[in-house]
């Protein structure tokens, strides 16, 4: 058994390990310093694509034009937009098939001399994911989960609101998703909002990229749904004043049906287990954060159920 755990986790984080950047606050520090605030002084007026209104896709109110990335959707270059809860951006520069920086960066529609471009003609520009992954959210307040925007800046800007007492899907990406990478979330504290929570935070509270707890998921060609939770790294960095901090909510993931699932329900709850503690199953360390894993295969669903502690 704990063979196959290992063997397990290992699958797992072979398909993860191209999603979860060593550190996304670096990713984000070198980002800023490529592009400085300031760049869009010297945008052409007129040259730049403007947020489409019916394509399905989410405008969101925390960035600039609406685009999950910072600033214009400019001509000659790929736009980042969310996708509503469950869904995955269709549209990609197909040229790139490799995690290499900075084709990784070419998420979304084409902007061609103030043009949107669909780049992927066959798909369109949000399509459904596996929809073998759920959030259960059991907390009094609602929940934010916030997905990273890959290809992209891998800003965890795309919302996924969850209400006290609802369940919600997550993106679940198949291989056909863009270099097969996984879905990742960051969790944030029950009350805080999306529009609070999916932007780059502060060290004044444990939002957004400082939020306690991370979450991926991804599934193969064979129907196996991959899932991990785990403390989020940045949470324990030097730099960070959380890292005492026990957070007052806890996950939980589990598989809807145990006769699908590979490895045992999992549990983060600061207050029973500690802190950078799991309770069981297929876990590990990685950043040294901990996480755990499990799978659920047959396209059985895989459940993350949210609580106060
Ligand atoms: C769980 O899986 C078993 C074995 O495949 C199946 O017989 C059963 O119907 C499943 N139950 C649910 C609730 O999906």
Request: proline share 6%; charged share 20%; hydrophobic share 25%.
């Given at each position: 058994?704990?063979?196959?755990?290992?063997?397990?986790?290992?699958?797992?984080?072979?398909?993860?390990?191209?999603?979860?950047?060593?550190?996304?606050?670096?990713?984000?520090?070198?980002?800023?310093?490529?592009?400085?605030?300031?760049?869009?002084?010297?945008?052409k007026?007129?040259?730049?694509?403007?947020?489409p209104?019916?394509?399905?896709?989410?405008?969101?109110?925390?960035?600039?034009?609406?685009?999950?990335?910072?600033?214009?959707?400019?001509?000659?270059?790929?736009?980042?937009?969310?996708?509503?809860?469950?869904?995955?951006?269709?549209?990609?520069?197909?040229?790139?098939?490799?995690?290499?920086?900075?084709?990784?960066?070419?998420?979304?529609?084409?902007?061609?001399?103030?043009?949107?471009?669909?780049?992927?003609?066959?798909?369109?520009?949000?399509?459904?994911?596996?929809?073998?992954?759920e959030?259960?959210?059991?907390?009094?307040?609602?929940?934010?989960?916030?997905?990273?925007?890959?290809?992209?800046?891998?800003?965890?800007?795309?919302?996924?609101?969850?209400?006290?007492?609802?369940?919600?899907?997550?993106?679940?990406?198949?291989?056909?998703?863009?270099?097969?990478?996984?879905?990742?979330?960051?969790?944030?504290?029950?009350?805080?909002s999306?529009?609070?929570?999916?932007?780059?935070?502060?060290?004044?509270?444990?939002?957004?990229?400082?939020?306690?707890?991370?979450?991926?998921?991804?599934?193969?060609?064979?129907?196996?749904?991959?899932?991990?939770?785990?403390?989020n790294?940045?949470?324990?960095?030097?730099?960070?004043?959380?890292?005492?901090?026990?957070?007052?909510?806890?996950?939980?993931?589990?598989?809807?049906?145990?006769?699908?699932?590979s490895?045992d329900?999992?549990?983060?709850?600061?207050?029973?287990?500690?802190?950078?503690?799991?309770?069981?199953?297929?876990?590990?360390?990685?950043?040294?954060?901990?996480?755990?894993?499990?799978?659920?295969?047959?396209?059985?669903?895989?459940?993350?159920?949210?609580?106060?502690?």
């Open positions: 058994m704990s063979l196959l755990k290992t063997l397990t986790a290992t699958a797992f984080l072979l398909a993860m390990s191209s999603a979860i950047p060593v550190s996304l606050q670096h990713v984000h520090h070198e980002h800023e310093q490529d592009a400085p605030h300031g760049h869009h002084d010297h945008e007026r007129g040259n730049t694509c403007s947020f209104s019916d394509e399905g896709i989410v405008k969101l109110s925390t960035t600039h034009d609406g685009w999950a990335q910072d600033g214009a959707c400019e001509s000659g270059k790929f736009c980042q937009y969310a996708c509503p809860p469950g869904k995955l951006m269709g549209q990609w520069n197909p040229k790139v098939t490799s995690y290499t920086y900075p084709g990784s960066q070419d998420g979304g529609v084409y902007c061609n001399d103030g043009e949107l471009e669909k780049k992927i003609k066959d798909n369109d520009y949000c399509y459904d994911g596996k929809g073998t992954a959030v259960n959210n059991k907390a009094d307040g609602s929940v934010a989960f916030c997905q990273t925007v890959l290809p992209g800046s891998e800003s965890m800007l795309i919302p996924t609101e969850v209400g006290s007492g609802s369940t919600q899907t997550l993106a679940v990406p198949g291989t056909d998703y863009w270099d097969s990478t996984a879905s990742h979330y960051y969790i944030n504290p029950p009350g805080v999306a529009d609070e929570g999916c932007v780059w935070g502060s060290t004044s509270n444990p939002y957004g990229n400082w939020a306690p707890y991370v979450a991926g998921f991804n599934m193969d060609d064979d129907g196996k749904t991959y899932g991990k939770i785990g403390w790294p940045v949470y324990f960095e030097d730099s960070s004043p959380f890292s005492g901090d026990k957070p007052k909510f806890g996950i939980k993931m589990s598989c809807k049906n145990d006769s699908k699932c490895g329900s999992c549990e983060i709850n600061p207050k029973d287990i500690g802190l950078n503690k799991v309770s069981n199953g297929a876990n590990g360390k990685s950043d040294g954060a901990s996480y755990c894993v499990l799978t659920a295969s047959d396209s059985s669903d895989i459940v993350i159920e949210v609580f106060d502690t």
